[in-house]
């Protein structure tokens, strides 16, 4: 834990000896800038406990929620009966009026002189904490299999080593056959198929979509496109002003999988704005907007390849198929490809991307070897790990995993943060190194479940580093690394990468 306590909006309260209690002023304006202005600023702690009373309690929650790792323990003073911490990776008090003496009694809990983060609570861990690699960690050491329980979730194990979960992802017993969601909740009867993303369908339709396209997705086809992606590299940064701060999330990471999934299956320029606008906010309405309209697009594609292919994926399945071909099958897949393909290459990039500028060294090695742009992909994926837990699988017999007796009906899910940074598999694996050789992550899973568009995410994500590196090796970050944004859910990704190309 951290030695600093830092209060918003009122005195310090009476602490033990050993702190050291910050106080800012009041401010102007709105209490959740005041929060973030402070604690963005040169010399601010690192790490510290919020306490947060009236206006100011839910912009401390709010803080942590962003930037857990700047939080150790918040405290929220005279907080409105709906702020909810439960997501929170760390420890947390709410309370509704001023009482001075449970304030005192959490603050007492806290060893101020220790630095070892966010302590592991089994039965409430969250999707928040399987993003953090200092929880795994403890996890880790702790065994490779660990029951979790949680109001309103199905039974669950969660692995957290590589050969634990190696073995896991390749067992048959474990099938994903039962419609569930990342929350591990179980999902009723969706009206529209796709509604959320590949784990929303059965194991059956599943294994019958992947069949359809898998078969096109291989490493050398996807090669064929890298032009294409490169092409829209360049168009992406050619808009972008160099001298000036710039969200590389907004203009780069976020556009550049859409049109890359647009170039694969052959959708044209003006119609890509409406993929954008349903993939990133439709998609994200609960529950999210239906997409008949999206079929119909598909539809009229597929009718147009069968009539005179082209060299896309709708043509490649299209010819394979014949008459054979499914319309149905074919919609659904491309659709389900364009709703699980754009995330994570987004994640990669711009938590990679973030991770690279902040080990300045590393990036700077990439720029003077464009040749490890290969490895560097692969070393992201296994340091960022965008999807950190995979997709949660259903006991369907009596299961053995890592000597432990699993019952029929439970769902099985791996960390694959902590496989990925298991010191049995990686020498330091805590540190970022672009020339790792021997990197066995499971970045993109294992077994039946692998991820269908593998080679495609790491083509755009190759050539986006290589172009990056080509044209603007001097980027960087425009403020401290600390005080970038992340959202924490099943996915810890970025809500803004500020950076300025060519700096002065």
Avoid at 302 to 327: F, H, K, M, T, Y
Avoid at 334 to 359: D, F, Q, S
Wanted: aromatic share 4%; with cysteine; proline share 9%.
């Amino acid at each position: 834990m951290t030695g600093t306590l830092v209060v918003f909006g009122a005195g310090a309260p009476p602490v033990r000896e050993g702190w050291r209690v910050c106080v800012p002023p009041m401010p102007d304006g709105d209490w959740a800038a005041a929060v973030e202005g402070f604690l963005a600023a040169p010399g601010s702690p690192a790490r510290a406990v919020l306490l947060g009373y009236g206006a100011a309690a839910p912009a401390v929650v709010d803080f942590a929620d962003l930037h857990p790792e700047r939080a150790a323990a918040v405290v929220a003073v005279g907080a409105p009966g709906d702020l909810d911490p439960s997501g929170l990776c760390c420890p947390a008090l709410v309370l509704a009026d001023d009482d001075t003496r449970s304030v005192a009694s959490f603050l007492a809990a806290l060893d101020p002189g220790e630095e070892t983060g966010c302590p592991v609570r089994l039965p409430a861990l969250t999707p928040v904490l399987l993003n953090d690699p200092d929880v795994i960690r403890q996890l880790r050491v702790l065994g490779p299999v660990h029951r979790v329980n949680a109001p309103g979730v199905s039974t669950s194990w969660i692995l957290t080593g590589h050969a634990a979960s190696t073995a896991a992802l390749a067992d048959p017993a474990l099938a994903g056959e039962l419609e569930i969601t990342a929350g591990f909740r179980l999902q009723g009867e969706l009206e529209h198929r796709g509604e959320q993303d590949l784990i929303t369908i059965g194991g059956d339709e599943h294994a019958r979509l992947r069949k359809l396209v898998g078969q096109h997705l291989t490493p050398r086809r996807m090669e064929t496109l890298t032009p294409r992606v490169r092409a829209a590299c360049e168009r992406l940064l050619d808009a972008l002003p160099t001298h000036e701060p710039v969200d590389l999330v907004r203009a780069f990471a976020r556009p550049l999988p859409i049109i890359v999934l647009c170039e694969l299956l052959g959708i044209a320029e003006p119609d890509r704005d409406d993929i954008a606008d349903w993939l990133l906010v439709r998609m994200n309405t609960v529950p999210p907007v239906a997409h008949a309209d999206i079929d119909e697009r598909l539809r009229a594609l597929i009718a147009d390849r069968r009539a005179a292919p082209r060299d896309d994926l709708l043509s490649w399945v299209a010819e394979a198929e014949g008459e054979r071909l499914s319309e149905d099958d074919l919609v659904a897949a491309a659709r389900l490809l364009m709703v699980g393909g754009h995330r994570a290459p987004t994640t990669l990039l711009a938590n990679g991307l973030a991770a690279l500028l902040r080990e300045r060294e590393q990036w700077k090695r990439l720029v003077a070897e464009p040749a490890l742009a290969e490895s560097a992909v692969e070393e992201l994926l296994r340091y960022v790990t965008p999807f950190p837990v995979g997709l949660a699988r259903t006991v369907s017999c009596p299961a053995e995993v890592a000597g432990r007796a699993i019952p029929p009906g439970d769902l099985v899910a791996a960390s694959l943060v902590a496989a990925n940074r298991d010191p049995a598999y990686f020498d330091e694996p805590d540190e970022l190194d672009v020339g790792r050789a021997r990197n066995p992550h499971l970045a993109f899973g294992h077994g039946h479940h692998f991820c269908l568009g593998a080679a495609l995410a790491r083509i755009q994500a190759r050539v986006a580093l290589e172009t990056l590196a080509r044209r603007f090796p001097g980027i960087d970050l425009t403020h401290d690394a600390r005080d970038l944004h992340y959202r924490q859910n099943r996915v810890r990704y970025l809500l803004e990468l500020p950076v300025v190309l060519s700096p002065r």
